[in-house]
């Protein structure tokens, strides 16, 4: 399998992007996160898929331009159907639809009544692991931030204690990043 080039997925989220607004805010981030992804592995593979992890939410802007916050949580499905639908290869599809919190499971969907399919979204390989690990540690609020291990830890508390366990796995298995020089060359703050 041919991995597309950073350029390559750049073009991709420019032409998907609704404006340049949206485009700055959804590949910083995605860059972000493949420079923290990049500390866990080195794999093309994983910066591919951290690259391209988030461009589902490109289709949750509407016409007058404002995101669709009440539908946010379908961002992944929606980057899988939109990378699908650019003929990328299964594997890269899966980067979207496999990233959210620590993992979405069928029970999740159903207990929640998120508007989901009925289904697992679990990081299945390493390679998903690490993106979803990496995306933890940086949020598109406004403005955007840089997360800590402790704060994301308090965050995905609040959906179970199997979600806080889920997360020191990740934490344990992987190592805690290092934020702090990223932190200061983009200027944002780590909360």
Known sequence: MRVPSDEEIRELHLR???????????FAH???VARVAGQFSDSALVRAGALLHDIGVYRLY????????????????????????????????????????????????????LPLPEADFLAETDEEAVVMYADKFHSKTSPPVFVSAATYTLKVGRFGEEKAMAF?????RFGEPV???????YGFAII
């Open 16 to 26: 998907h992007a609704p404006s340049a607004e949206a485009f700055e805010l959804v």
């Open 30 to 32: 995605c860059e972000i």
């Open 62 to 113: 509407g016409p007058d331009g404002r995101l669709d916050s009440a539908n946010y949580i379908r961002h992944g499905v929606l980057g899988e159907e939109l990378l699908r639908e650019e003929g990328l290869p299964e594997v890269l599809c899966r980067f979207c639809s496999h990233h959210t919190g620590v993992g979405l499971t069928c029970e999740d969907v159903r207990s929640q009544g």
């Open 168 to 172: 020191k796995a990740m934490r344990e």
């Open 179 to 185: 934020l702090e020089p990223l932190a200061a060359e």
